[in-house]
């Protein structure tokens, strides 16, 4: 199974920040990697497909990046509807797995 | 507007069995892969299994921890998806999602439903 290790899985950042989260998967993942926010007792919502592709109505605020092992998340200008859960996941092979998260909290 | 409900959650003891089911509106459901995920209180998100569309045979793949246990069924006649849950565990306790896949060359999660809680307690 590849393993997803999110970095850093807790944050503190202030409305304006622009904030930088990392996912490092056990083995490469041919860009196969999305990301997701989740707020409280919510459903996740897709956010970044294929590394760097927006869904559909996300902002461009939302950026992705990376390639075979390491791939990041940027978040510019944090507003306060930012302030959530993010998730990575790789679907490059099964199982498809997820990182631990990273809680990004309003400093 | 593309919409997954789930249905069926609750209560139920460890060794029994229960049906969740996902309905969908919204797309051509038969097109399209359809997951279950789920989250235990508190953490993270785990993949549970996919049912692949009619073109794929509606062949299916499990996470290790379900496997044996879980079966997921498929109906396109009435655009939805179940999950048949069997001698569940504690550890099964969670809110499960299901969630359809975008259908590029290596599909994506793209839309999820709401989820629907599953406790497994005695």
């Known amino acids: 199974d590849i393993q997803m290790t999110q970095s850093p899985s807790s944050l503190s950042a202030s409305v304006g920040d622009r904030v930088t989260i990392t996912c490092r998967a056990s083995?490469?993942?041919?860009?196969?990697l999305a990301w997701f926010q989740q707020k409280p007792g919510k459903a996740p919502k897709s956010l970044i497909y294929?590394?760097?592709s927006l869904q559909s109505g996300v902002p461009s605020k939302f950026s992705g990046s990376g390639s075979g092992t390491d791939y990041t998340l940027t978040i510019s200008n944090l507003q306060p509807e930012d302030f959530a859960t993010y998730y990575c996941?790789?679907?490059?092979?099964?199982?498809?797995?997820f990182g631990g998260g990273t809680k990004v909290e309003i400093k | 507007e593309v919409q997954l409900v789930e249905s069926g959650g609750g209560l139920v003891q460890p060794g029994g069995s229960l049906r969740l089911s996902c309905a969908a509106s919204?797309?051509?459901?038969?097109?399209?892969?359809i997951d279950w995920l789920r989250q235990a209180p508190g953490k993270g998100l785990e993949w549970v299994g996919r049912?692949?569309?009619?073109?794929?045979?509606?062949?299916?793949e499990y996470a290790a921890s379900v496997k044996d246990r879980f079966t997921i069924l498929r109906d396109d006649s009435k655009d939805s998806l179940y999950l048949q849950m069997n001698s569940l565990k504690s550890e099964d306790s969670a809110i499960y999602y299901c969630?359809?896949?975008?259908?590029?060359?290596?599909?994506?999660?793209?839309?999820w439903g709401q989820g629907t809680l599953v406790t497994v307690s005695s």
């Open positions: 969630a359809r896949a975008n259908m590029a060359a290596a599909p994506f999660f793209d839309y």
């Open positions: 919204g797309f051509t459901f038969s097109y399209h892969y």
């Open positions: 049912s692949r569309n009619k073109a794929n045979s509606y062949t299916t």
């Open positions: 083995q490469g993942i041919r860009n196969y």
């Open positions: 294929d590394t760097s």
């Open positions: 996941q790789q679907y490059s092979s099964y199982p498809l797995t």
